[in-house]
């Protein structure tokens, strides 16, 4: 098919389903059919031959792009066009993309269900009365929905994983350093990492070997030995040797999802995987030192949106101090503030020791229970999330709660190491369970291979 008889079918199905679920935040359809017109002439020409040229792609709205808005669903980036291109987004605008939108999320990827954007909720595709889960729910949405062919997302403690889970699409956080930062508006910057958010294991794989990059422009960029990954996908899982850790499957855990778990264990065993259960050490510690470390981070990272360089900026005010203040209190939304807050308060001095600097401790700590856990299996299987997609509305009154959901995902984030999450099953509702397979820096090869083989 051609790139506008792709982008026709896209821009149909979202007249459909987009009022009812509104993944976008921004959509340019007369941008992408200008893109398509110029990838035509080179995909013609023989100038594109790659998998991915002409395929119609949505962006999470905290990836910067040239000219197009990006507002990290934040009211404090209403109006905020960008002069630059993220560097992900770079490398699929390269392969022959098209951006056809941006998409929802949680504002600056805080949050878990993308209900703390300024610009309304992500409805799920599964059932419009329950979350995308989030912060990348409008990605999720969006593919689940076939409003686009793939998306990108971020994750920063399971921001790609768990939407994916609660949507039934296939996600990836990759190792961090693998897919450039520069571009992404930062979060959480020693754990945000971009990935793919596709329909399946083979997409995955492709759109992996495309983003992932080295990049001088980004310092923790890192070079890897190869970028090939589409080459892992074989249907062999023969020998894998794969731990679940107990202390996933306790107290908090979903039955339906714990026995969705088990029966994806069973099918590796069948197929010649060697699954055995074992304990993985200080899981109770990966929340706390998650959101200290991730909203201290934040604090600073968001120190720039004070209404001067770019941005949302306060009608009426007096001196400049009062102009930061009423700017900030308008433009940011509660939970931002909140994170702000705590950040705040576990970098100023006299708490730094107690809090932040036990947390960056902490977190060395669990890495290192990682890399013993990887000495043992090849890969680690565990829930996406505790349970299923929650009802709108239902996690805003309690952020601790939703805090805690985020219990299978952060350490990851922490560790640094590659996590894939891919859908096996569903509970009584229709609601879809996802699972996450999590192996040791740089094994996403690894995972692919074992995603590939069981769906
Ligand atoms: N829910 C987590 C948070 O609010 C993770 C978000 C993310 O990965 N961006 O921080």
């Known amino acids: 098919i051609s790139?506008?008889?792709?982008?026709?079918?896209?821009?149909?199905?979202?007249?459909?389903?987009?009022?009812?679920?509104?993944?976008?935040?921004?959509?340019?359809?007369?941008?992408?059919?200008?893109?398509?017109?110029?990838?035509?002439?080179?995909?013609?020409?023989?100038?594109?031959?790659?998998?991915?040229?002409?395929?119609?792609?949505?962006?999470?709205?905290?990836?910067?792009?040239?000219?197009?808005?990006?507002?990290?669903?934040?009211?404090?980036?209403?109006?905020?066009?960008?002069?630059?291109t993220a560097s992900a987004v770079q490398n699929l605008t390269d392969a022959g993309c098209v951006i056809i939108g941006k998409t929802n999320m949680d504002e600056f990827a805080m949050?878990?269900?993308?209900?703390?954007?300024?610009?309304?909720?992500?409805?799920?595709?599964?059932?419009?009365?329950?979350?995308?889960?989030?912060?990348?729910?409008?990605?999720?949405?969006?593919?689940a929905l076939n409003e686009c062919f793939f998306a990108l997302g971020s994750d920063t403690g399971g921001s790609i994983r768990q939407p994916s889970?609660?949507?039934?699409?296939?996600?990836?956080?990759?190792?961090?350093?693998?897919?450039?930062?520069?571009?992404?508006?930062?979060?959480?910057?020693?754990?945000?990492?971009?990935?793919?958010?596709?329909?399946?294991?083979?997409?995955?794989?492709?759109?992996?070997?495309?983003?992932a990059s080295y990049d001088k422009k980004d310092s923790t960029s890192m070079k890897r030995e190869e970028y090939d990954f589409t080459s892992a996908l074989v249907r062999d899982v023969k020998g894998l040797r794969i731990g679940l850790p107990k202390d996933y499957f306790g107290e908090g855990l979903d039955s339906e999802v714990k026995a969705a778990i088990f029966k994806a264990a069973e099918t590796f065993k069948r197929m010649g995987a060697i699954v055995e259960e074992f304990d993985l050490g200080l899981v109770q510690y990966a929340i706390p030192a998650y959101y200290i470390i991730a909203s201290a981070e934040a604090s600073s990272n968001l120190e720039r949106f004070d209404g001067v360089k770019y941005g949302y900026r306060t009608k009426e005010y007096g001196d400049l101090h009062s102009m930061y203040k009423k700017t900030r209190s308008?433009?940011?939304?509660?939970?931002?503030?909140?994170?702000?807050?705590?950040?705040?308060?576990?970098?100023?001095?006299?708490?730094?020791?107690?809090?932040?600097?036990?947390?960056?401790?902490?977190?060395?700590?669990?890495?290192?229970?990682?890399?013993?856990?990887?000495?043992?299996?090849?890969?680690?299987?565990?829930?996406?999330?505790?349970t299923t997609a929650p009802l709108l509305g239902s996690s805003l009154q309690d952020p601790i709660k939703m805090y805690l959901s985020d219990i299978y995902t952060i350490s990851a984030n922490l560790a640094g190491i590659p996590g894939l999450s891919i859908p096996c099953g569903k509970d009584n509702k229709g609601l879809p369970i996802g699972m996450q397979l999590l192996g040791g820096c740089f094994q996403e090869k690894t995972l692919l291979r074992a995603g590939f083989a069981y769906e």
């Open 3 to 84: 790139v506008r008889e792709a982008l026709d079918a896209v821009f149909a199905q979202i007249d459909q389903t987009e009022g009812r679920y509104h993944a976008y935040v921004t959509l340019d359809k007369e941008g992408a059919y200008k893109q398509a017109d110029v990838i035509q002439e080179k995909i013609d020409k023989g100038e594109l031959t790659g998998a991915l040229a002409g395929v119609p792609v949505a962006i999470k709205d905290n990836m910067c792009t040239k000219g197009l808005l990006t507002t990290c669903s934040s009211k404090i980036l209403e109006n905020y066009i960008p002069t630059y």
């Open 111 to 143: 949050g878990s269900t993308t209900e703390t954007s300024y610009y309304g909720v992500t409805r799920n595709p599964h059932n419009p009365d329950h979350v995308p889960g989030g912060s990348s729910g409008g990605s999720a949405a969006a593919v």
């Open 165 to 211: 889970a609660f949507c039934g699409i296939t996600g990836m956080k990759p190792t961090y350093g693998t897919v450039s930062r520069y571009g992404l508006i930062a979060y959480g910057s020693s754990l945000d990492q971009i990935g793919p958010m596709t329909k399946n294991v083979t997409d995955c794989a492709a759109v992996l070997e495309t983003i």
């Open 330 to 386: 308008e433009g940011f939304g509660s939970e931002v503030k909140r994170r702000i807050m705590l950040g705040s308060f576990v970098l100023s001095s006299g708490y730094y020791d107690a809090y932040y600097l036990k947390a960056l401790k902490t977190k060395a700590l669990i890495k290192q229970e990682f890399d013993k856990a990887f000495e043992k299996y090849d890969i680690i299987l565990a829930p996406a999330a505790p």
